[in-house]
């Protein structure tokens, strides 16, 4: 006589992601991570869901946030609205507009380190401490400069206040 062994799965049906270890008196295990895969995989059977949607800025995998989140992190999500911000301005000003310039890309192309006083910047400061970092367009935007990566470069804020509109 054959015995029917129950099939525990740690992977959601849905979207192929991670599931807590269920109890060991768990009757019904979880089979999907969220409401949202559950009626994903009803909907279409027998596929399987992208497993983690990846950040808009970093493009870092998005873990344990809704399948519509565009950002890993706050530190992501504040990137992206000084970058439209600062799309905006340009726009309003007349300037070209490039790729978008995102402060912890900046960074870390440049090392985190400032790029008028060559010193390294602490990312824990955050404005208006003076040592914080800051988006320095080296061809100024008030004087049709580009808000693109290749014009802009990580600074401390109060290097760039300092600096002014004066091009380096």
Request: proline letters at 8%.
């Amino acid at each position: 006589m054959e015995t029917a062994t129950l099939v525990r799965t740690t992977e959601c049906r849905g979207c192929g992601g991670a599931l807590p270890a269920p109890h060991p008196r768990q009757r019904n295990p979880r089979k999907w991570c969220s409401e949202a895969c559950r009626v994903w995989a009803h909907l279409h059977p027998g596929e399987v869901r992208n497993p983690a949607p990846a950040c808009v800025v970093c493009s870092a995998v998005i873990r344990g946030r809704e399948y519509s989140a565009r950002y890993c992190s706050d530190r992501c999500l504040r990137d992206a609205e000084n970058d439209a911000a600062n799309r905006r301005r340009v726009q309003r000003a007349g300037g070209a507009i490039g790729a978008p310039v995102y402060m912890t890309a900046i960074g870390e192309r440049d090392e985190w380190t400032c790029g008028i006083c060559g010193e390294s910047i602490d990312r824990s400061h955050v404005a208006p401490h003076p040592q914080s970092p800051s988006i320095d367009h080296i061809f100024p935007v008030s004087l049709q400069g580009a808000h693109a990566p290749e014009n802009a470069q990580i600074t401390h804020l109060i290097c760039n206040a300092l600096k002014g509109e004066e091009p380096l």
